[in-house]
Nanobody, 125 residues
Framework: QVHLVESGGGLVQAGGSLRLSCAAS????????MGWFRQAPGKEREFVAA????????NVANSVKGRFTVSRDNAKNTVYLEMNSLKPDDTAVYYCAFCNNIYRDYSSSRSYDHWGQGTQVTVSS
């Protein structure tokens, strides 16, 4: 059973930075894709970034491009989301997720098979 645990969320002022981590366990993560999504109160869950375990190719949403970076450490089975120049609009619960099949749409939450519990990120103005 895949188990994902996010950490690193918190309260930060606008313009600040945070690094989220997602520790994965329960299988060998040599393939598939990890995604980061976020959900603000009253809004739908939205795609933030994704990275393939093999090769490390990444995709980042336009809304965070140039500010957020996704990376992974295969040896630690951990994926990171480095968030810089944070804005109040970035306030949300951030989730990591695992997709077994890299041919699915990386930006759709329905493509992902396993989810973490989420970590709160709050950006104050």
């Amino acid at each position: 059973q895949v188990h994902l645990v996010e950490s690193g969320g918190g309260l930060v002022q606008a313009g600040g930075s945070l690094r989220l981590s997602c520790a994965a366990s329960g299988r060998t993560f040599g393939s598939g894709r990890m995604g980061w999504f976020r959900q603000a109160p009253g809004k739908e869950r939205e795609f933030v970034a994704a990275i393939r375990w093999s090769g490390g190719s990444t995709n980042v949403a336009n809304s965070v491009k140039g500010r957020f970076t996704v990376s992974r450490d295969n040896a630690k089975n951990t994926v990171y989301l480095e968030m810089n120049s944070l804005k109040p609009d970035d306030t949300a619960v951030y989730y990591c997720a695992f997709c077994n099949n890299i041919y699915r749409d990386y930006s759709s939450s329905r493509s992902y098979d396993h989810w973490g519990q989420g970590t709160q990120v709050t950006v104050s103005s």
